[in-house]
């Protein structure tokens, strides 16, 4: 009795329903075969990656600019501070002790730019990180802290209407390294056109030690 249901069952599946049973189970199985060997992966992406340290992600940043200014800056020493930094050739450097000034980096852009960098000692106790760290809560203020050559050091970077130019910002750069008896402080102010300049900032504020 069976095996005459089987031969009549035979009779009637047409070659068609064979090729679309087949491509059937085919597609179940690759559907299974994709789903069990891309898991791994999909899993895997949900993993978030550790974040770099901030002072890692400063030294490949500060590797790019030494790369790019290094071979055109020279050295300058403070005899009576003890600290030293870089400046760039092509720049003017002077020395103003009665404004307190223990180096002024200068360059001017006629007909109107002009570009100043002061670097600054002032007294241990007239800063602190504290109040450097609350400037942050400032309207457009950012605050980061690194380590600098064994020493903190906190930059800060503002923006403010520029007094001379209407409609445009200036960009103002700001570090403060704590050294062991005074701050070393650095501010650069830059006009929109100079702003790629505030990287040149940042090697110079890298190169600050005491």
């Given at each position: ?68 200014y290094g071979s055109n800056t020279l050295a300058y020493y403070d005899q009576q ?41 002032v007294n241990a106790n007239e800063l602190s990180a504290q109040g450097i760290r ?77």
């Amino acid at each position: 009795m069976f095996s005459g249901l089987a031969t009549r069952f035979k009779k009637k599946t047409s070659p068609f329903w064979n090729v679309a049973l087949a491509v059937f189970v085919l597609a179940v199985f690759s559907y299974f075969a994709y789903s069990f060997y891309t898991a791994p992966e999909k899993l895997v992406s949900k993993i978030p990656l550790p974040a770099k340290d901030p002072d890692v992600q400063r030294s490949e940043f500060l590797a790019g600019l030494e790369a790019k200014y290094g071979s055109n800056t020279l050295a300058y020493y403070d005899q009576q501070y003890g600290f030293k930094m870089k400046y760039p050739i092509g720049y003017v450097a002077t020395v103003d002790p009665i404004l307190g000034i223990r180096l002024r980096i200068s360059a001017f852009y006629p007909p109107f730019s002009s570009e100043i960098m002061d670097v600054r000692v002032v007294n241990a106790n007239e800063l602190s990180a504290q109040g450097i760290r609350a400037s942050a809560s400032l309207e457009n203020v950012s605050v980061a802290e690194y380590t600098q050559k064994g020493h903190s050091i906190y930059l800060v970077s503002l923006r403010q209407p520029d007094p001379v130019e209407e409609n445009q910002q200036v960009f103002i750069r700001q570090a403060y390294l704590q050294c062991p008896n005074y701050w070393l402080v650095f501010v650069g102010a830059f006009s929109e056109p100079l702003v790629p300049d505030l990287e040149l900032a940042d090697y110079l504020i890298a190169s600050m030690e005491c």
